[in-house]
T-cell receptor, first 112, second 117 residues
Framework: DAKTTQPPSMDCAEGRAANLPCNHS???????VYWYRQIHSQGPQYIIH???NNETNEMASLIITEDRKSSTLILPHATLRDTAVYYC?????????????FGKGTKLSVKP | GAVVSQHPSWVICKSGTSVKIECRSL??????MFWYRQFPKQSLMLMAT?????????EQGVEKDKFLINHASLTLSTLTVTSAHPEDSSFYIC?????????????FGEGSWLTVV
């Protein structure tokens, strides 16, 4: 799986949008971008994934650049409960392939 | 709600004993599950891939005789830490692939804290 690069930490004010960047310059054509987050002492929580189109769900939006070499996870109105480590992972789609390889992620701190 | 459940959430055991952790997929069948270990302030590290009806595939450096994995059904995988020692104390997390018509996503359990005393 391709390697991803994320900033180690970010701060965000409560109620504001949190924009978390991720670089995946060596991504292959059949690899998807996944985002997970891990709140302290819990298992990772799935947020969103995408291939090349922008995606939105009830939790977040995912913006993928046209060349697919980077993406941004957007939490539109961050709350204190969004404080967590966010992981950007690229993975081949399908079947039993693609155990997730975790990097160090971005520690997002949402402040009042 | 949770789609993958782990049990127990935390366990304390004596050195030399064995501990079993269960991972269940809820409302879906998972032919493949994964087991991770996470030490404090570190990222998740894949230990093994659990395949229903066949032997698990272990990552390099993980002792298969110490960390026994059994994927006996399409909704249950178990990890048994045999002859546990204090250095095995860690956060153990499982995940399962959910294949749906809308896509293929991996979901994680809540994790299990193991403390060996």
């Amino acid at each position: 799986d391709a390697k991803t690069t994320q900033p180690p930490s970010m701060d965000c004010a409560e109620g504001r949008a949190a924009n978390l960047p991720c670089n995946h310059s060596t991504i292959s054509g059949n690899e998807y971008v996944y985002w997970y987050r891990q709140i302290h002492s819990q298992g990772p929580q799935y947020i969103i994934h995408g291939l090349k189109n922008n995606e939105t769900n009830e939790m977040a939006s995912l913006i993928i650049t046209e060349d697919r070499k980077s993406s941004t996870l957007i939490l539109p109105h961050a709350t204190l409960r969004d404080t967590a480590v966010y992981y950007c992972i690229v993975r081949v789609w399908g079947g039993s392939q693609g155990n997730l390889i975790f990097g160090k992620g971005t520690k997002l701190s949402v402040k009042p | 709600g949770a789609v993958v459940s782990q049990h127990p959430s935390w366990v304390i055991c004596k050195s030399g004993t064995s501990v079993k952790i269960e991972c269940r997929s809820l409302d879906f069948q998972a032919t493949t599950m994964f087991w991770y270990r996470q030490f404090p302030k570190q990222s998740l590290m894949l230990m093994a891939t659990s395949n229903e009806g066949s032997k698990a595939t272990y990552e390099q450096g993980v002792e298969k005789d110490k960390f026994l994995i059994n994927h006996a059904s399409l909704t249950l995988s178990t990890l048994t830490v045999t002859s546990a020692h204090p250095e095995d104390s860690s956060f153990y997390i499982c995940s399962a692939i959910w294949d749906r018509a809308s896509g293929n996503t991996i979901y994680f359990g809540e994790g299990s804290w193991l403390t060996v005393v």
